[in-house]
């Protein structure tokens, strides 16, 4: 079981940036976990936003790509979304996910609030 934390989340003006960070903590084997982070804003269904593998690979949604950037600590435990050229359609809550390329579980943090609004 892995736990995951998220922060940095806040009101940003368009056009802006923000970083959000996600501490894991339960496992000493994070590099069989590809980690992501999803988005939800009202009304609308979870939607995956970037992720990354313990490799290195990234995979990022056509909305957000060459705005957006994962990376990884695996000193840390710790996965980053770096948001620049913020805009009001990135308003959401973010979570963070940790998905178990052995088992195929996913663990999910408990969302933080960005919002993009002048």
């Known amino acids: 079981q892995v736990q995951l934390v998220e922060s940095g989340g806040g009101l940003v003006q368009p056009g802006g940036s923000l970083r959000v960070s996600c501490a894991a903590s339960?496992?000493?084997?994070?590099?069989?976990?590809?980690m992501g982070w999803y988005r939800q804003a009202p009304g609308k269904q979870r939607e995956l936003v970037a992720a990354i593998t313990s490799g290195g690979t990234t995979n990022y949604a056509d909305s957000v790509k060459g705005r957006f950037t994962i990376s990884r600590d695996s000193a840390k435990n710790t996965v980053y979304l770096q948001m620049n050229s913020l805009k009001p359609e990135d308003t959401a809550v973010y979570y963070c996910?940790?998905?178990?390329?052995?088992?195929?579980?996913?663990?999910w943090g408990q969302g933080t609030q960005v919002t993009v609004s002048s």
């Open positions: 996910n940790a998905h178990s390329t052995l088992t195929g579980v996913d663990n």
């Open positions: 339960g496992t000493i084997f994070m590099s069989i976990y590809t």
